[in-house]
């Protein structure tokens, strides 16, 4: 990143970047249809909408004010809302101008995303992560495969509505001599409980 010739020190060197930073992330909402964006502990935020997402992660990339040409990760959140169900976050770095930036984009369970493959060639595997582990479908990926569990999985194990014990079990049968899955089964004994004083003995 090119810095004033007064930024000579620590301080006026990280007040250079902050100047920076934030006049390059105020012209962004000038070129890209931006929802909300803010700058948090020195943390850009923007939040696009699901069809300008390509378009936004393409200016951010190629725009010679920005150069945002590292995609360091892929995440996704399950807000468990009813107009919103998902948010991807993406995480750019430009090592150009020395900055990050974030973009969020909001979507519901039948609403799928353009996949960045096109313009980040590591979006594969954390696509198919987000698509194994939320159900968040990518179009125009070119291999759109579960990634971490395993072959016959069902359901989508980080959405807050799946159990945290799972719907099956995997276990090693000595009389079939191989793997077999099961459902999930608890037992557990009957215990009385004391809903206004738990902590206390049942005689006490």
């Known amino acids: 990143m090119i810095l004033n010739k007064n930024c000579i020190n620590?301080?006026?060197?990280?007040?250079?970047v902050f100047f920076?930073?934030?006049t390059t992330f105020i012209g962004v909402k000038d070129i890209v249809p931006v929802m909300s964006y803010s700058i948090i502990n020195n943390e850009q935020s923007i939040t696009v909408s699901h069809k300008n997402l390509l378009f936004t992660l393409n200016v951010l990339k190629n725009h010679l004010n920005y150069k945002y040409n590292l995609l360091t990760c892929i995440s996704g959140i399950d807000l468990l809302q009813d107009k919103y169900r998902f948010g991807i976050v993406y995480e750019l770095l430009s090592l150009t101008y020395e900055?990050?930036?974030?973009?969020k984009t909001l979507i519901n369970e039948v609403t799928s995303l353009e996949s960045s493959i096109s313009l980040f060639r590591n979006a594969n595997w954390w696509e198919r992560e987000i698509w194994d582990l939320f159900g968040v479908y990518f179009?125009?990926?070119?291999?759109?495969?579960?990634i971490l569990t395993d072959y016959g999985?069902?359901?989508y194990p980080l959405r807050k509505d799946f159990p945290?014990?799972?719907y099956v079990e995997v276990r090693y049968d000595h009389v079939k001599k191989r793997v077999v899955v099961d459902p999930v089964e608890f037992?557990?004994?009957?215990?009385m409980f004391q809903y206004e004083t738990p902590w206390l003995s049942q005689n006490a």
């Not at 620590?10 to 250079?16: G, I, S, V």
């Open 187 to 191: 037992t557990q004994e009957f215990r």
């Open 164 to 166: 945290l014990s799972g």
């Open 99 to 103: 900055s990050r930036v974030r973009i």
């Open 139 to 146: 179009q125009n990926h070119p291999d759109l495969r579960r």
């Open 153 to 155: 999985f069902e359901g």
């Open 20 to 22: 920076r930073s934030k």
């Open 10 to 16: 620590n301080t006026q060197k990280n007040f250079c």
